[in-house]
């Protein structure tokens, strides 16, 4: 069963960069889409991007002047970088698998996610 | 504010049936996929595709498209229904994934 686990520092200064990892586990890493997702305390879910296995990614457009996304295939893990970091950047950031269908239309899915893990913005 | 619009509370008797939109242009050219989530929960995948159950969840939980209309219907809600659901889908240029804005589900 396939699963995936962030791990990164809990709190971060105004600012600076953070820095999270996502190690994904029993199941295959090639082949497939690999994302982050965040959600600020009491609010909705936005997508931050994407990196295929392979490398190619693809970025919220209102954070991809901040984001890069990036995989070691070698360690099954892939890493999410958010420059500037301002109390608006506080919530739980999920890693989660993104996944492709096509009937009559195509269409997406995240599943499986891992447990988030939240991030705090403060001096 | 989102390209997928949901409306933010709906409520339902317990046993009897509830439909949750989620409305975008997208819609017309892209399936939705919905998930329910629960205080302090990790969001779970409830329904992707036209109308695709993961393995473990219940067959009360349905999806429908028509128009610029997604909809998750939950046909005799329980109890443990009672939680939080999002949509997602493609941006109205079709580069980018979104989630609607979510519709917290009571059950009366």
């Known amino acids: 069963q396939l699963q995936l686990q962030e791990s990164g520092p809990g709190l971060v200064k105004p600012s600076e960069t953070l820095s999270l990892t996502c190690t994904v586990s029993?199941?295959?890493?090639?082949?497939?889409?690999w994302s982050w997702i965040r959600q600020p305390p009491g609010k909705g879910l936005e997508c931050i991007g994407y990196?295929?296995?392979?490398?190619?990614?693809n970025y919220n457009p209102s954070l991809k002047s901040r984001v890069t996304i990036s995989v070691d295939t070698s360690k099954n893990q892939f890493s999410l970088k958010l420059s500037s970091m301002t109390a608006a950047d506080t919530a739980v950031y999920y890693c989660?698998?993104?996944?492709?269908?096509?009937?009559?239309?195509?269409?997406?899915?995240?599943?499986?996610w891992g447990q988030g893990t939240l991030v705090t913005v403060s001096s | 504010s989102s390209e997928l619009t949901q409306d933010p509370a709906v409520s339902v008797a317990l046993g009897q049936t509830v439909r949750i939109t989620c409305q975008g242009d997208?819609?017309?050219?892209?399936?939705a996929s919905w998930y329910q989530q629960k205080p302090g929960q990790a969001p779970v995948l409830v329904i992707y595709?036209?109308?695709n159950r993961p393995s473990g969840i219940p067959d009360r939980f349905s999806g429908s498209s028509s128009g610029n209309t997604a909809s998750l219907t939950i046909t005799g809600a329980q109890a443990e229904d009672e939680a939080d659901y999002y949509c997602?889908?493609?941006?109205?240029?079709?580069?980018?994934?979104?989630f609607g804005g979510g519709t917290k589900l009571t059950v009366l």
């Open positions: 997602d889908s493609r941006d109205s240029s079709g580069n980018h994934q979104v």
């Open positions: 029993g199941g295959s890493f090639s082949s497939y889409y």
């Open positions: 997208s819609l017309r050219s892209y399936y």
């Open positions: 989660a698998r993104s996944n492709i269908g096509y009937d009559s239309r195509p269409y997406n899915w995240f599943d499986p």
């Open positions: 595709g036209k109308n």
């Open positions: 990196i295929y296995y392979s490398g190619t990614t």
